[in-house]
């Protein structure tokens, strides 16, 4: 390693799910070679930074209190994208990397890694199925060992059960809510018991309806940060199978990186480039379309996040090596 002392900057707007990706990769590199994590949190873009970008115009740097220079610089989401302007010109020696689709900012980084079902292409791209996570086979074990005494109080088959919410292409109307209300009452109905949590995303009237079974023994709510410290990867950990809306790429490569079967539950609106990501979870054998049944099945966990890891600490490495650092 160089004189930067393998210091990785993971950098997103800090929303959990956008950091998560970033954040998730930069663990499994550091598996693989010496870093330092240090998680920044940017602003999003404004209009100056949008304006600038469309006029080809540089964007000055500015000052904060991330003064030492990173080795390896991991970004997600639009902040992390715009920011990467800025600190390509504070830090011209980094190894720069993007999850997710950089858009015409693809030449920005060393490094693209992005969902299989963007479509991105280039040299520097890596397709990955689904998006890069913090799945790994220890944070489960030890997360589920975390929760062990409330997980023990509920009956078998468990089934963890992620709920999204509203996007540009979906929809939770009243027709998504009732299909999501009639997919709980029949699990229930078939004995099986429910590890529910829902995103930041979900609507009022989904939290609405999931309060309605708060109180029922054969479930566990989760109804955010208020109430206390995280199960998710314990649910996924436990889970005998997992349901999830199908509007959300990150609640699906999870599960499926849990290596539990998975049963999408379909919502409103349009799925468009995200069809072919559920195609290609059933093609794969990792889901299926829920059709009422508790379904379950042998499933290898997907380990995209660890092959996209391996891939870039041997490109950094190898432009280590190649600057004589």
Not at 17 to 25: D, P, R, S, T, V
Not at 93 to 117: K, N, R, S
Request: charged share 25%; proline share 6%.
């Amino acid at each position: 390693m160089n004189q930067r002392n393998g210091l990785c900057h993971v950098v997103s707007d800090g929303r959990r799910g956008i950091e998560n990706q970033a954040l998730g990769l930069a663990e499994a590199v550091m598996r693989r070679i010496p870093l330092t994590i240090e998680v920044r949190h940017v602003p999003r873009p404004t209009w100056r930074d949008v304006l600038a970008r469309l006029l080809g115009r540089p964007v000055a740097p500015r000052a904060d209190e991330h003064n030492t220079a990173p080795a390896l610089w991991i970004g997600a989401g639009r902040a992390a994208l715009y920011q990467a302007r800025r600190d390509r010109l504070r830090y011209p020696d980094a190894f720069f990397v993007y999850v997710q689709d950089p858009g015409p900012m693809a030449d920005l980084f060393d490094l693209v890694i992005a969902p299989e079902h963007d479509g991105v292409t280039g040299d520097n791209v890596v397709s990955t199925l689904g998006s890069t996570n913090r799945i790994t086979r220890e944070r489960l074990n030890e997360e589920k060992a975390r929760f062990s005494e409330h997980i023990a109080r509920l009956p078998e088959p468990r089934i963890a059960v992620l709920i999204g919410g509203p996007s540009k292409r979906h929809r939770f109307d009243r027709a998504t809510i009732g299909r999501i209300r009639e997919a709980l009452s029949g699990l229930r109905e078939a004995g099986a018991s429910l590890m529910i949590t829902a995103s930041r995303r979900s609507p009022p009237a989904v939290h609405a309806m999931l309060k309605e079974l708060r109180d029922e023994p054969d479930v566990w709510l989760w109804e955010g940060d208020s109430a206390g410290d995280n199960p998710y990867f314990a649910f996924l950990a436990a889970a005998d199978s997992i349901l999830v809306t199908a509007d959300s790429t990150n609640m699906l490569t999870e599960a499926v990186s849990a290596g539990k079967p998975v049963m999408m539950l379909e919502v409103g609106g349009s799925d468009g480039k995200f069809a072919d990501l559920h195609d290609a979870l059933v093609a794969r054998g990792y889901g299926c379309w829920f059709m009422g049944d508790v379904e379950s099945w042998p499933v290898e966990p997907l380990r995209e996040t660890d092959r996209a890891a391996e891939i870039l600490a041997t490109r950094f490495l190898a432009r280590e090596k190649k600057r004589g650092a």
